[in-house]
């Protein structure tokens, strides 16, 4: 069964620190898709990033960066020198084949920046 | 800007009473998730339909929630009669569902409150 753990509930940074936000994943399967999601205090849930089981790179989008470790089912995501306006929840998801690729998600991350 | 439109925002509804809630897809997206959000359950996947087909509904309580997709433009989750536990965000998202395109795009959901 796949399965998405996010350890830490809430961490809060003071501005221009850098932070890094853990996803442990479980899954039987091969072939599967990790995500990140952020929920600002609007509500919405915004896409991020999407990662293959296929395809270990790290990714780096400004001061967003992904490391992607098979080895140790980890999925985690660092942001850089951070702003108040990442304040937000951040979701780690995974969808695999097996499931017809629905998406579970974990628990979520509450990010405080303070100024 | 293609986006998913759910409606209601709010709800307040007294215990008892029907809820409909609606999720108008991205066009083109054959993938639709129902997923509701509380603060003590996270991120739950409710339904989840491809093609206009329910995939999976495992997360749904049967006796008295039904999700159906009437149409490619139309989804909706109703809950009948309705308790002061179904008291949630219900978020519609929906996706191109297969492969490399298995993100989900979320409406701005709907507050729903029971009381």
């Known amino acids: 069964a796949q399965k998405v753990t996010q350890a830490q509930t809430e961490i809060s940074v003071v501005e221009k620190e850098d932070v890094t936000l853990d996803c442990v994943y479980e899954?039987?399967?091969?072939?599967?898709?990790l995500f990140w999601y952020k929920q600002p205090p609007s509500g919405e849930l915004v896409f991020l990033i999407r990662?293959?089981?296929?395809?270990?790179q790290n990714e780096i989008s400004g001061r967003y960066s992904w490391n992607f470790q098979k080895s140790t089912s980890s999925f985690n995501f660092t942001i850089t020198a951070s702003q108040v306006v990442d304040s937000a929840v951040y979701f780690c998801?995974?969808?695999?084949?097996?499931?017809?690729?629905?998406?579970?998600f974990g628990a979520g991350t509450r990010l405080f920046v303070k100024a | 800007d293609a986006r998913v439109t759910q409606t209601p925002r709010h709800k307040v509804t007294e215990m008892g009473q029907e809820v409909t809630m609606r999720c108008q897809p991205i066009?083109?997206?054959?993938?639709v998730f129902w997923y509701r959000q509380t603060m003590m359950q996270g991120l739950e996947l409710l339904a989840y339909?491809?093609?206009?087909?329910?995939?999976?509904d495992s997360g749904m309580p049967k006796d008295r929630f039904s999700a159906e997709m009437p149409d490619a433009t139309l989804a909706t989750l109703k809950i009948q009669p309705s308790e002061p536990r179904d008291s949630a965000v219900y978020f519609c998202?929906?996706?191109?569902?297969?492969?490399?395109?298995?993100?989900?795009?979320f409406g701005q959901g709907t507050r729903l409150t029971v009381v």
């Open positions: 998202a929906s996706g191109l569902g297969w492969g490399e395109n298995t993100e989900a795009f």
């Open positions: 899954t039987r399967d091969t072939t599967y898709y």
């Open positions: 990662r293959n089981s296929f395809d270990e």
């Open positions: 998801a995974l969808s695999e084949r097996t499931g017809g690729f629905k998406t579970i």
């Open positions: 066009l083109g997206h054959n993938t």
């Open positions: 339909f491809r093609n206009r087909a329910p995939l999976d």
